[in-house]
């Protein structure tokens, strides 16, 4: 027979696990297994490594081999979706898309990469892009990663894409392009130069000059951004026409680089000119 045990006398006689969770780990791996080392563990875990999602966006635009590597490793990364600054958001699949690789993009959509309008466009799926079209009208002029139109997408889709083409040239609407004001040869070099927002070594800010224009990045990796300029020195970044990026002071050469993204103004003054540049 079984003696009958009170509730005081079976928790005194039981451990209880609730004290010792390790005791609960499934698997081969024990929590003295586990590494104690705090740098083998990224700042933003579980979210996934900022490195290899940037690596993969990156790859998509038009390395097969090398997404086809980094989906081996982590077929999740077929998902990630990368801020190239001031909001211009872009995802694996949207590389492919705007790129018009077909085979990146359907090997990410095999991984589990949600497939939107402008995929559809690149792939030439006329039935779906006319349902999005009849189901909210005037979509067709919004604009995808780094304001790059519909109609650029489908286009980019090859023969493949020619009837979706077609009916985009027909609907119209679909290529859109930004509002910008010329910008003279002396104002736009008066804009080249190097910013500090801070004293870090990385709270640099380089402009360029890019054909007839200007560009935008942070030293010493970030993604150059091109700037549409919109009168008076003012600019707003490719993909991101909400921000402001104004450069003030002098009548030859700015002083002060002012950007404005609707949660923060941060304001960079011009550092002397680096030989060369």
Request: glycine share 12%; proline share 8%.
């Given at each position: 027979?079984?003696?009958?045990?009170?509730?005081?006398?079976f928790?005194?006689?039981?451990p209880?696990?609730?004290?010792?969770p390790?005791?609960?780990?499934?698997?081969?791996?024990?929590?003295?297994d586990?590494?104690?080392?705090?740098?083998?563990?990224?700042?933003?875990?579980?979210?996934?490594?900022?490195?290899?999602?940037?690596?993969?966006?990156?790859?998509?635009?038009?390395s097969?081999d090398?997404?086809?590597?980094?989906?081996?490793?982590?077929?999740?990364?077929?998902?990630?979706?990368?801020?190239?600054?001031?909001?211009?958001?872009?995802?694996?699949?949207?590389?492919?898309?705007?790129?018009?690789?077909?085979?990146?993009?359907?090997?990410?959509?095999?991984?589990?990469?949600?497939?939107?309008l402008?995929?559809?466009?690149?792939?030439?799926?006329?039935?779906?892009?006319?349902?999005?079209?009849?189901?909210?009208?005037?979509?067709?002029?919004?604009?995808?990663?780094?304001g790059?139109?519909?109609?650029?997408?489908?286009?980019?889709?090859?023969?493949?894409?020619?009837a979706?083409?077609?009916?985009?040239?027909?609907?119209?609407?679909?290529?859109?392009?930004?509002?910008?004001?010329?910008?003279?040869?002396?104002?736009?070099?008066?804009?080249?130069?190097?910013?500090?927002?801070?004293?870090?070594?990385?709270?640099?800010?380089?402009?360029?000059?890019?054909?007839?224009?200007?560009?935008?990045?942070?030293?010493?990796d970030?993604?150059?951004?091109?700037?549409?300029?919109?009168?008076?020195?003012?600019?707003?970044?490719?993909g991101?026409?909400?921000?402001?990026?104004?450069?003030m002071?002098?009548?030859?050469?700015?002083?002060?680089?002012?950007?404005?993204?609707?949660?923060?103004?941060?304001?960079a003054?011009?550092?002397s000119?680096?030989?060369?540049?």
């Open positions: 027979m079984i003696p009958h045990l009170s509730r005081r006398a928790l005194a006689a039981v209880p696990l609730c004290a010792a390790a005791l609960l780990v499934t698997g081969p791996a024990r929590a003295d586990v590494a104690s080392d705090p740098a083998g563990v990224p700042a933003g875990y579980p979210a996934q490594d900022p490195d290899r999602v940037r690596a993969i966006v990156g790859a998509s635009h038009g097969l090398k997404v086809r590597e980094l989906l081996a490793e982590s077929p999740e990364l077929a998902k990630a979706a990368w801020d190239w600054g001031y909001g211009d958001w872009e995802t694996a699949l949207g590389a492919a898309s705007h790129t018009g690789n077909r085979p990146i993009a359907e090997l990410l959509i095999a991984h589990g990469a949600r497939p939107d402008f995929t559809f466009a690149m792939l030439g799926h006329l039935d779906v892009v006319r349902a999005y079209v009849a189901a909210q009208p005037g979509i067709q002029g919004v604009p995808g990663p780094h790059l139109t519909l109609l650029h997408h489908a286009r980019r889709g090859g023969p493949d894409a020619a979706v083409v077609a009916f985009l040239e027909e609907v119209g609407g679909a290529d859109p392009r930004p509002v910008t004001v010329p910008l003279a040869a002396a104002a736009r070099d008066g804009c080249v130069g190097d910013y500090a927002f801070g004293p870090g070594a990385g709270e640099l800010l380089a402009v360029t000059a890019k054909d007839d224009g200007l560009a935008i990045k942070r030293l010493p970030g993604s150059s951004r091109g700037l549409h300029h919109l009168g008076d020195r003012v600019f707003h970044p490719a991101a026409p909400a921000v402001r990026i104004a450069f002071g002098g009548s030859d050469r700015a002083a002060t680089v002012r950007i404005d993204d609707g949660s923060r103004i941060v304001e003054r011009r550092l000119d680096p030989a060369g540049r």
